[in-house]
């Protein structure tokens, strides 16, 4: 365990002079990106370990993984972001923990989500998932909505008890017209986030950027960054 920290508090040192490097070349402040470790395929050890490393903010993006682990670490303070694609079928359970879904791209997920909400009298924050390499009326590879359906769902989210609209997401497309080119994906993003707020001004947040490419996401304006692998260590193999 002794080794363990001593790793995470390096990688997370890394991690924070990245950042912070990012903010300075963009002249930002550092406390305008909020880091989010995201913490899939690790145990609850490692979640305690950062959180004494002053990790508040942590991500799962599989629920069957995540419940028990939010279990595990419910007596930290810790704000629970859910990033994966998600089913309806496990709306109830992500809910119960989640503080933030991410990826949020239908309409029928809003219903659901809403209704798990307010059965538990919770306020679950949503972002909506930027498909940036989507056509009209699609989802993306990865999840998330064209562009053009972004301000109606974000209607709905709006007006759905229990939920809040926090902003946007988005996970550099493999493919499309921004395939390669993270840094005009993240612009792209930020021109739709400047649009979304003009209807919607608590929309705010933004989060863009993984251990590869948060340089280009804190360039390019992002609020949040998700980073698993440059603090965590490449994860081992899913069988």
């Known amino acids: 365990m002794t080794d363990r920290r001593t790793q995470l508090t390096a990688n997370l040192a890394q991690v924070e002079e990245r950042i912070a490097s990012a903010c300075a070349a963009a002249g930002r402040k550092r406390e305008e990106v909020t880091l989010i470790v995201?913490?899939?395929?690790?145990?609850?050890?490692?979640?305690?370990?950062?959180?004494?490393?002053?990790?508040?903010?942590?991500?799962?993006?599989?629920?069957?993984?995540?419940?028990?682990?939010?279990?595990?670490?419910?007596?930290?303070?810790?704000?629970?972001?859910?990033?994966?694609?998600?089913?309806?079928?496990?709306?109830?359970?992500?809910?119960?923990?989640?503080?933030?879904?991410?990826?949020?791209?239908?309409?029928?997920?809003?219903?659901?989500?809403?209704?798990?909400?307010?059965?538990?009298?919770?306020?679950?924050?949503?972002?909506?998932?930027?498909?940036?390499?989507?056509?009209?009326?699609?989802?993306?590879?990865?999840?998330?909505?064209?562009?053009?359906?972004?301000?109606?769902?974000?209607?709905?989210?709006?007006?759905?008890?229990?939920?809040?609209?926090?902003?946007?997401?988005?996970?550099?497309?493999?493919a499309g017209p921004f395939a390669g080119r993270q840094r005009a994906a993240f612009d792209r993003l930020m021109e739709i986030s400047s649009r979304l707020r003009g209807n919607h001004p608590a929309a705010n947040m933004v989060s863009a950027g993984m251990s590869a490419d948060l340089e280009d996401a804190v360039a390019a304006g992002a609020t949040h960054v998700r980073v698993g692998t440059a603090v965590l260590g490449v994860r081992p193999g899913l069988g």
């Open 38 to 174: 995201v913490t899939k395929t690790y145990p609850a050890s490692d979640v305690r370990i950062l959180h004494g490393l002053g990790v508040r903010h942590v991500a799962e993006n599989r629920d069957q993984d995540a419940a028990p682990k939010a279990a595990a670490c419910a007596d930290l303070s810790l704000t629970w972001h859910f990033v994966g694609q998600l089913q309806t079928n496990k709306v109830r359970s992500v809910v119960s923990y989640a503080d933030v879904v991410q990826s949020v791209d239908r309409a029928k997920l809003v219903t659901a989500l809403s209704a798990a909400a307010a059965r538990e009298g919770r306020e679950l924050g949503c972002l909506i998932q930027v498909a940036l390499d989507a056509e009209s009326g699609e989802r993306g590879e990865r999840g998330g909505v064209a562009p053009d359906g972004i301000e109606e769902l974000a209607a709905a989210v709006e007006s759905a008890p229990g939920l809040r609209l926090a902003g946007l997401m988005t996970v550099a497309p493999l």
